[in-house]
């Protein structure tokens, strides 16, 4: 005889603990008997099937406790940046993919920007994704195969900027000759400024330099040199600006390759020299800048440079100077000779007609443009009424309520008609029914004659003297004995 048990799922098990607000995970029913002990034939023992979310969080917990820290290499594809700040993509190789999810807070530290065809390396832990009970890879931090993701990042602002055109020398804008004020940003500690105030102080004396220190390494010093920036364009006190550090690594200049920095340098109103690093380093910020200096020292140099030349410049600017003013003063000697009141009055008086009537030209063509582009604003109105009232769920709904309740009506009117068909076939067939009974028959005096066997009796040679009789009559029944039978019409008496 099998041993006396419960249902596997009516044993809870002690091991079995979830977490608050997880679903109930389903029982191991194979822990119910021991593995020396008889458990219940096959046929009597059926284990109850999993719960789709059940199995799914099965699964998850276990992937993720088994796959936690992974470091996995592939090639991006399919990448989506969502709006909320999170990035999905696929890591593949030749002969598999795997989706991989990057939230938002993991994202903003990225020092490059991925892109579709890039062979990265992904640091993160495998998960289920229970919506789909999809298998992906959350990541935590990426990098780059081959190159660094301060290289990458490099490379990616360089092709964008230089898309937008940020490089071009059009729009670089020529060093003052003789400024008077300098604007220094770089770091009040380093030997950076001392070697700049050194060269300005041999080559222009009179300079008036205004130092605004900010970090030039580290995590806020692309933040501190926009900043600085910032200020110098909302306080135009300088006629040239030098961004400046001295050399170090990578890691030491990326503050100086960030896009802030390039789009702050580039937006700015008062002209830039970039000074950063040794000779033989290039950031972003030099190709952005109006002037790229190798070194500080050599960026004071450029700048006093023209001091030099004043003596020659100024004999250029007089003679410059001079001549414009005799051409100026003929000019000028002409015009009056030829000119008088009237005359000068009436030119003003026409200006003014002229540009009176450009006024109400405008006016006029702003006033069609305004009426055109109501008329254009109300069309799409009306469009987006009629679509909207075609999609209209109440619309729809008060639609078919109307159609409803005339099929209703119609089925009333259909079953009201059938009833009353029937009913008069009922009617028909009832009467029929009447008149061919013989019931009715007997209602007119006639009366039914059966013999013992319960046989109808048709003719009266086929009964014997003797034989037993049964009638029924329209009212009731009564029973007889044949005493004499006649072929014709003759009457006979009946024995009750």
């Not at 009970?133 to 230089?162: C, D, H, I, N, T």
């Not at 105030?197 to 580290?218: E, I």
């Not at 806020?220 to 600085?228: F, I, K, L, T």
């Not at 309520?401 to 009617?427: I, K």
Request: charged share 25%.
């Amino acid at each position: 005889m099998s041993p006396s048990y419960k249902q596997p799922w009516e044993k809870p098990l002690a091991s079995a603990r979830q977490p608050a607000g997880a679903p109930a995970a389903r029982p191991q029913m194979d822990l119910l008997f021991p593995a020396s002990s008889s458990a219940p034939e096959a046929a009597e023992f059926v284990r109850p099937p999993w719960k789709v979310h059940q199995l799914v969080f099965e699964i998850r917990g276990r992937v993720e406790k088994e796959y936690r820290d992974l470091r996995v290499e592939g090639e991006i594809s399919n990448l989506r940046q969502a709006a909320s700040g999170h990035v999905y993509f696929t890591l593949k190789d030749d002969q598999s993919q795997l989706p991989v999810v990057l939230f938002r807070t993991k994202a903003r530290l990225l020092k490059f920007t991925p892109k579709d065809g890039l062979e990265v390396q992904v640091r993160g832990g495998i998960s289920v994704y229970e919506d789909r009970g999809q298998l992906q890879l959350v990541a935590e931090s990426m990098e780059p195969r081959g190159k660094g993701s301060l290289q990458v990042a490099f490379e990616q602002l360089y092709a964008l900027l230089k898309q937008e055109g940020l490089f071009e020398s059009e729009r670089k804008r020529p060093l003052p000759m003789y400024p008077r004020t300098i604007g220094v940003i770089t770091s009040s500690k380093g030997a950076v400024i001392h070697d700049i105030l050194h060269v300005l102080a041999r080559r222009h004396s009179r300079a008036q330099v205004f130092l605004y220190p900010v970090a030039v390494q580290g995590e806020g010093a692309a933040s501190d040199v926009v900043e600085a920036l910032a200020w110098f364009q909302k306080n135009p006190c300088v006629d040239v600006l030098v961004v400046a550090r001295g050399g170090g690594s990578p890691e030491d200049l990326a503050a100086f390759n960030s896009e802030g920095v390039a789009r702050a340098m580039a937006a700015s109103i008062v002209p830039v020299v970039s000074a950063v690093g040794h000779e033989t380093d290039f950031t972003i910020a030099d190709f952005v800048a109006d002037l790229r200096a190798p070194t500080p020292s050599v960026a004071a140099e450029i700048i006093t440079d023209a001091q030099y030349r004043v003596e020659e410049y100024l004999e250029s600017l007089a003679a410059r100077l001079e001549r414009a003013v005799g051409y100026r003063r003929m000019h000028a000697r002409e015009r009056f000779a030829q000119l008088n009141a009237s005359a000068v009055f009436a030119g003003v008086q026409h200006g003014l007609a002229l540009r009176q009537q450009r006024v109400d030209e405008l006016r006029f063509r702003l006033d069609a443009c305004w009426q055109k582009g109501f008329a254009a604003a109300s069309r799409r109105i009306d469009v987006a009424e009629s679509n909207l009232m075609r999609q209209d769920v109440r619309r729809q709904m008060k639609l078919q309520g109307e159609r409803l309740r005339s099929l209703e009506g119609d089925l009333g009117r259909a079953w009201h008609a059938y009833s009353e068909r029937c009913r008069t076939r009922w009617n028909r067939a009832t009467d029929r029914l009447v008149t061919l009974s013989p019931l009715a028959v007997l209602d007119r005096g006639y009366a039914l004659v059966y013999d013992d066997s319960g046989a109808l009796i048709k003719a009266a040679k086929s009964l014997r003297p003797g034989d037993p009789l049964h009638l029924r009559f329209a009212q009731g029944q009564a029973d007889a004995t044949v005493i004499d039978t006649a072929p014709g019409a003759k009457k006979k008496s009946l024995e009750n």
